[in-house]
RNA sequence: GUGGGUGUAGCUCAGGGGUUAGAGCACCGGAUUGUGGUUCCGGGGGCCGUGGGUUCAAAUCCCAUCACCCACCCCA
């Protein structure tokens, strides 16, 4: 047997790394301006951390999700599953509350879940990570998604319509658990198996189920937006007023539950279509409380990640992918054994101001003219025994085919000429 | 884990019992021994996913197995 990638890792070949590198840059510029820092934290940690964090009714704890292993020492890592329980512990190690508030924190980087593989889903995956920490009021919700919004818009998706939900405080969350168990424990056996464990576990999940008798049953209860306590519903209206404000699309979305147990309060999502079933471009919601269960003061914060590979693919789909990298400025032939030593030195010298690249062997002109144009290049330089008696080479403009013969101390400000 | 689909050249895919397995794209060379893109000619490349079976004969039919893709579940 070849070779090959683990399962659910794949290569990001150099036709793709100019995407790569222009949804980092985008997300330096978008995030930076809102005075967003980069915080660039380990790829794994101790296991405590995620378990602490991600709350024991997850997925990623209840189907064994995460790659775990032990150090030499006999400690457990864990590979991070998502980056927000790794920030936190950062914020936390490093006494960060001391900072202005809000502390404002994104990173980029790979993140790995042992799940089965499908479009849009891998085990090693990457995600853009924002925190704002410190501020329990609605507006910095709504600059999170403010920002989520824009940067996704910046990198060419038009027309995002982001779906907003909450999922209570605390006891809003146990008041309608309640309430769901009150209304479906009865009927229980007439829910699917996935429900039956979850009414157990977690019962707003069961709103999640896309079982169509499961959907039915729940379909004439109150959603959790129906029962959110006062305090919840009113920062919700906050989170609202603000998008109304700035002109950012949103849809209610009454049952939006997310996957981690942290969560409390604002809740959304940003879907695209044409990429799959997964569709969840990005998501997010708010954790107060999460920083103190990690050791910290008593913080409030709100988050979200965004799938680095599902931008992607939605960018393709949307024609919106970024144009390949440039060619050399200038491509060297040498048509003689000679030559090939000089064109080398030359590259190396030009190279302290431009894109310079050559053959490798003796070439006469006709190849040497064709690699220039595969390679991409402005200009291609020719060199054999005529151009060497004269100290020139002759350079010609691929576009236009002008060409003349140019001292060698003078290519480097020839090259750089752009003709019209 | 379950269901469906697909495995033939670097890539996209034909060929569905009968001799040395094909095309397009890509790559290399020539037409052109100092002038590219187009064109023409030629070339290198294949355990036909793997193992077993049926048959005079298997890329082709049967069984098993593995891998990949899509979907369920769930999420980014």
């Known amino acids: 047997?070849?070779?090959?990638?683990?399962?659910?890792?794949?290569?990001?070949?150099?036709?793709?790394?100019?995407?790569?590198?222009?949804?980092?840059?985008?997300?330096?510029?978008?995030?930076?301006?809102?005075?967003?820092?980069?915080?660039?934290?380990?790829?794994?940690?101790y296991s405590e951390i995620f378990d602490k964090s991600v709350g024991p009714s997850a997925d990623l704890v209840v189907q064994k999700e995460m790659y775990r292993f032990e150090d030499r020492g006999g400690r457990s890592l864990t590979l991070r599953p998502e980056f927000t329980a790794g920030v936190l512990r950062a914020y936390v190690e490093?006494?960060?509350?001391?900072?202005?508030?809000?502390?404002?924190?994104w990173s980029f980087g790979p993140a790995f879940r042992a799940e089965n593989v499908q479009r849009g889903r891998f085990r090693q995956f990457h995600q853009i990570n924002c925190e704002l920490l410190g501020a329990p009021g609605p507006l910095v919700d709504a600059e999170a998604i403010a920002l989520l919004h824009d940067l996704l818009q910046a990198l060419g998706l038009p027309d995002l319509v982001v779906a907003l939900g909450s999922v209570?405080?605390?006891?809003?969350?146990?008041?309608?658990?309640?309430?769901?168990?009150?209304?479906?424990?009865?009927?229980?056996?007439?829910?699917?198996?996935?429900?039956?464990?979850r009414l157990r576990l977690n019962p707003m999940r069961v709103l999640d189920s896309k079982d169509e008798g499961d959907q039915r049953l729940v379909a004439d209860l109150d959603t959790p937006l129906d029962r959110l306590g006062d305090a919840a519903r009113a920062h919700l209206d906050g989170v609202a007023a603000f998008l109304d404000a700035w002109g950012i699309a949103y849809e209610l979305a009454p049952s939006l539950v997310r996957g981690l147990d942290y969560y409390r309060r604002t809740a959304f999502e940003i879907h695209a279509q044409g990429i799959g079933a997964q569709?969840?471009?990005?998501?997010?919601?708010?954790?107060?409380?999460?920083?103190?269960?990690?050791?910290?003061?008593?913080?409030?914060?709100?988050?979200?990640?965004?799938?680095?590979?599902?931008?992607?693919d939605a960018l393709q789909e949307a024609g919106a992918a970024p144009a390949a990298d440039a060619g050399p400025a200038v491509f060297?032939?040498?048509?003689?054994?000679?030559?090939?030593?000089?064109?080398?030195?030359?590259?190396?010298?030009?190279?302290?101001?431009?894109?310079?690249e050559h053959a490798y062997t003796e070439r006469k002109p006709g190849k040497g003219?064709?690699?220039?144009?595969?390679?991409?290049?402005?200009?291609?330089?020719?060199?054999?025994?005529?151009?060497?008696?004269?100290?020139?080479?002759?350079?010609?403009?691929?576009?236009?085919?002008?060409?003349?013969?140019?001292?060698?101390?003078?290519?480097?400000?020839?090259?750089?000429?752009?003709?019209?």
């Open 94 to 105: 490093h006494g960060m509350h001391t900072r202005p508030t809000p502390v404002k924190l």
């Open 369 to 420: 003219l064709r690699d220039a144009d595969r390679a991409g290049a402005r200009y291609a330089a020719l060199r054999g025994a005529r151009e060497r008696e004269a100290g020139v080479w002759t350079l010609k403009h691929l576009a236009s085919g002008d060409q003349r013969e140019i001292p060698e101390a003078a290519m480097s400000a020839a090259v750089l000429e752009v003709p019209a």
């Open 332 to 356: 060297l032939v040498p048509m003689d054994a000679v030559a090939v030593g000089e064109a080398a030195a030359l590259a190396r010298r030009l190279r302290t101001d431009v894109h310079v």
């Open 1 to 45: 047997m070849r070779s090959r990638a683990v399962k659910g890792t794949y290569d990001v070949l150099p036709e793709s790394t100019p995407a790569w590198r222009r949804l980092r840059s985008t997300t330096e510029t978008v995030l930076g301006r809102a005075g967003v820092r980069e915080i660039v934290p380990p790829i794994f940690e």
């Open 168 to 197: 209570g405080d605390p006891e809003d969350r146990e008041a309608y658990n309640a309430y769901l168990r009150e209304a479906l424990e009865p009927r229980e056996h007439e829910l699917s198996d996935t429900s039956r464990e």
């Open 279 to 312: 569709s969840a471009l990005a998501g997010g919601g708010r954790y107060d409380g999460l920083v103190e269960s990690l050791g910290g003061p008593p913080t409030p914060g709100i988050g979200w990640a965004l799938g680095v590979e599902r931008v992607l």
